[in-house]
């Protein structure tokens, strides 16, 4: 466990520089939101949407660097949509991981704006993975273009977005069903790391099995991810959650715990964990890595 | 004058259909935000911007479907950039065009996630302008990846984004320079008009110096109709305007004809308009309906 945490480690603090490579210098008449960016973005987080992207792309024998503005996309992506949730109109959050949320240090409507500009510059970071000079083959530009439209989907409102659409309305209903529940967890937490791991799949020219594959696993990962969180919700202490115990219960949320109970909440995540390595055994036996970040990302803080 | 009125509003409904092709089915759990963004998007803009772009096409001798997911792409962007323009914290305004703002139907956190759901949509809809199959060739995707990418530095903090960050910031200050009131306009206003005559002209194939002759010509236009509406704000009626007359001055906000008088601001409206039907008329003879447009346009509402 030990062995792997540090490799993840390693791996979060190079994707930190080729963040870094993409975000705007603080200067010119806009800079108050160019500061709101990066204060945002550079707020710590573990990096994990780029790391399955960079991983699965080497797991398909990836080895150039056009998928590092697709990294650099998908994690202003991630960031963007907790800043906007951030808000008063939305959570209403002033920390987030013991530091000062961005429109709380901003400003609302810079908080706002920041949060427009990182999805934006996501898109603009995006097209950086297109080569613009003569050097270009087809089938390479389509690979790119590919990937881009996975992600955009997935960011979007048949993805991310419509899955914050719904648990919205969720939290104002009274009842939740099951099928409801899972398409706010299928769309807002496994959206991204499907997209992840689709678009690292395409860029290294997967073919479409196996890009449906990671689909599929990515979906797993992300389920699980979720449920062990409403899990350790309940059992778990303060200290490994980051937030008060059996806080779920107290906003009266209804979970994939509340409804089912620990133990077969248990099970399942048992289940979605190894259907998941199953599946990166089969698509490719160098998938040592990434099944070690896939176990240690369901099972963390246990 | 009438003749042309005419054939844009020909225009402007062949553009409502194809932008109505790229909108969202309203249903699945996440219904209300796909409603929200319709119901932004489809409140009778007069569409100039994906106008300006097809005829930009076309003068540069495009005929192909392709810039169509980019006509819809542009509109999307601006809609967004409206609805969020429109929320409590920033402008806070409760009527667009004698309609009920979108946040205002949907509530707040709607009217975030509606422009967050457009904003990511134009992005989705413009991937789809790059073949998908085998029929693509290296030319023309690279010139889609450059449409797409400028479309996307245009939008952001580089071009409106940054534009509506030193707008705001020049609310709260006291005093504004030229300097300052220029690159609010350039940016907020004029980049989209710059992203649609480039998008038009990179996908037609215009050669570099062609491209930034139509970066400068919609510099002007943009420029042009921003003085344009400062003059009309003091000398217009309430009917022509839409707004109430001289409210600039009773906010207080200083705009180009609080500073140099309304004579110089018309000379520079003349100056900057006479400058872009040059531009038109030296790249292409065959330029008559964008000139045309473009003094439409410039000299609207007078």
Redesign the interface.
């Known amino acids: 466990m030990e062995q792997i945490q540090e490799a993840i480690q390693r791996r979060a603090a190079d994707i930190e520089e080729i963040i870094r490579a993409y975000l ?1 210098a603080e200067t ?3 800079r ?3 500061e709101a ?1 990066n204060y945002s973005i550079l707020a710590g987080g573990k990096r994990l949407r780029p790391m399955l992207m960079q991983e699965t792309y080497k797991m398909f024998g990836g080895s150039g660097r056009e998928v590092e503005p697709l990294m650099a996309a998908i994690e202003m992506i991630h960031t ?1 949509s907790l800043v ?1 949730d951030d ?4 959570d209403n959050d002033e920390y987030r991981r013991g530091r000062k949320t961005t429109h709380t240090v901003y ?7 920041a ?3 990182l ?3 996501a ?2 970071t995006a ?2 993975a ?1 080569p ?1 000079g003569e050097q ?3 089938a390479h ?2 690979r790119i ?2 990937a ?2 996975v992600l ?2 997935k ?4 993805g991310m ?6 648990d ?2 969720a939290e104002e209903a009274e009842q939740v069903s099951m099928e ?1 529940l899972l ?2 967890h299928e ?1 807002k937490t496994a959206a991204l790391i499907q997209a992840a791991m689709m678009a690292g799949a395409i860029l290294a020219g997967a073919n479409e099995q196996q890009i449906r594959q990671m689909e599929r696993c990515a979906y797993n990962i992300g389920i699980a991810f979720q449920i062990q969180d409403d899990i350790l919700d309940v059992t778990g202490t303060m200290e490994e959650l980051g937030k008060p115990i059996g806080s779920d219960e107290k906003n009266h949320k209804q979970t994939y715990v509340t409804i089912r109970g620990v133990e077969a909440s248990a099970r399942e995540v048992e289940r979605l964990s190894r259907e998941a390595m199953e599946i990166l055994s089969s698509v490719e036996e160098d998938s040592g890595f990434l099944r070690e970040l896939t176990a240690f990302l369901i099972h963390r803080r246990k």
Do not use: C, K, S
């Open positions: 705007p010119g008449y806009q108050t939101v160019l960016m963007y906007h808000l008063p109109a939305m400003g609302e409507a810079m908080g706002i704006l949060g427009d500009g999805l934006n510059l898109w603009e097209m950086q297109f613009m270009g083959e087809t530009m389509q273009a590919g881009v439209a955009a989907r960011a979007g409102v048949y977005i419509g899955g914050q659409t719904a919205i309305q409801q398409f706010i769309h």
